[in-house]
């Protein structure tokens, strides 16, 4: 009895290895990306009441309708085309369905797709999982800036696709307008589809607005644009992401989504509807919150001697412990993300593990703040005191 080829190439996430360790050792868990803090209310009372109420079953395989009615109208906006709620959207269970399901209705067997490295650990297997073979581009430390040069050089006459996430995870970069020409200007000149994980899009500091890559006239028909509910609305646990798709792949990415998961679940959907007309008011309440929380990240970090610099968006902040002074210092990230989880109790994910690219990642684990302030306030008092 074998195992498939496919699931010979990529082994189970390192992120949510560590909170099985941070689970282990009781260690305060800043390794994988999910807030402590509590979920709106009303949220959950839509939830609570949909289910009281009898919502109990499949809802329409695309979403339930009134949530596509409602994406549909944020995307019209926000893209600058006319995405219908009957075509266009499909609500999925996650982003990382979303992120599969335009992997496996986009790429043939043999097809190469180019992931940006450090990247999520989702996009590697999503390329797998549809026989392709994802193919990387490092983006280097300390500013990982993406260099178009070697974006370039990472097209070959097999690439279908290019899989972007901004604000980034890990790296907390929000890719700038030179950055974002470069890709359009490589997405074009080789007729690729680019597909965008936008699952931070309201999470983003000092200012800075997101603009959604498939906004930009040129890329509009050949953008796959996936966002998602967990981390902005704080039910990560939920599963709940969506995909708006142009008409080329729109049916193609509904057919994987009909065979694989069916529906997201129905009354969670319903609750989604009212996360997504909270009033203008949430999203500032939640930024500033975001703003102190990677405040007190950051002056943990710099005062304990790790060399980091403020994540642009989104909630992670790559951190290189090299400078510090414990013999641990010394370790790979592997055993330090090990060594801080069993004996410090902080949990981390080591910087390697966002690479496949051999050499990358050395010396540098990841923090993960979407924490209360007194949870982050507890893991500064253990790494003061051991580091
Ligand atoms: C960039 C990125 N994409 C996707 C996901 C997973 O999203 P979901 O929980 O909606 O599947 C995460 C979670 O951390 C992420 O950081």
């Known amino acids: 009895m074998r195992l498939s080829h496919r699931v010979t190439q990529f082994r189970e996430s390192v992120i949510r290895d560590m909170t099985r360790l941070a689970l282990r050792h009781e260690a305060i868990n800043l390794s994988q990306g999910f807030p402590d803090f509590a979920t709106a209310d009303v949220i959950l009372e839509t939830a609570v009441k949909a289910i009281r109420d009898g919502f109990n079953q499949y809802t329409l395989t695309w979403g ?25 959207v499909t609500v999925t269970c996650g982003v990382s369905e979303g992120i599969i399901d335009a992997a496996l ?17 989702n996009f590697r297997p999503a390329a797998y999982i549809a026989n392709a073979t994802p193919v990387p581009v490092p983006l280097e430390a ?28 890990p790296t907390g970069r929000v890719f700038d307008e030179a950055e974002m020409t470069a890709v359009t200007e490589v997405v074009l000149e080789n007729d690729l589809v680019l597909i965008t994980d936008e699952i931070y899009d309201r999470i983003l500091y000092d200012g800075r607005q997101h603009v959604s890559p498939g906004s930009r006239e040129a890329l509009r028909e050949r953008t ?14 939920w599963r709940l992401g969506y995909v708006i798709a142009p008409d080329a792949f729109a049916q193609g990415i509904r057919q994987i989504h ?11 959907q319903m609750a989604a509807l009212t996360a997504l007309n909270l009033p203008q008011s949430y ?46 210092a010394q370790l790979a990230p592997m055993p330090f993300a090990q060594w801080l989880t069993s004996e410090v109790g902080v949990a981390v994910v080591p910087g390697d593990s966002f ?33």
């Not at 300390?142 to 995870?169: C, E, Q």
């Not at 009909?258 to 969670?268: I, M, Q, R, S």
């Not at 990841?366 to 253990?382: C, D, H, S, V």
């Open 283 to 328: 999203y500032e309440e939640s930024l500033q919150a975001y703003h102190g929380r990677r405040a007190l990240m950051m002056e943990i970090l710099w005062d304990v001697g790790f060399a980091a610099r403020e994540p642009e968006g989104a909630y992670y902040v790559m951190a290189d412990y090299t400078g510090l002074n414990a013999p641990q």
């Open 105 to 121: 209705a986009v790429l043939n067997p043999g097809d190469e797709m180019i992931v940006l490295e450090p990247a999520h650990d």
């Open 142 to 169: 300390p500013d990982f800036r993406l260099d178009a040069a070697r974006l370039r050089a990472a097209v070959s006459s097999r690439t279908r696709a290019l899989l972007l996430n901004t604000p980034h995870n």
């Open 258 to 268: 009909d065979y694989t998961t069916v529906c997201a679940a129905t009354p969670l």
């Open 64 to 88: 339930y309708p009134p949530l596509l009615e409602k994406l549909a109208a944020l995307y019209s906006e926000r893209l600058g085309w006319e995405v219908s709620p009957e075509r266009h």
């Open 224 to 237: 796959i644009t996936i966002g998602g509910l967990g981390k902005t609305y704080a039910i990560t646990g």
């Open 355 to 387: 690479y496949s690219l051999p050499g990358y990642g050395a010396g540098i684990v990841r923090f993960a703040y979407p924490k209360k302030l007194e949870t982050l306030e507890a893991a500064g008092e253990r790494l003061r005191a051991n580091l």
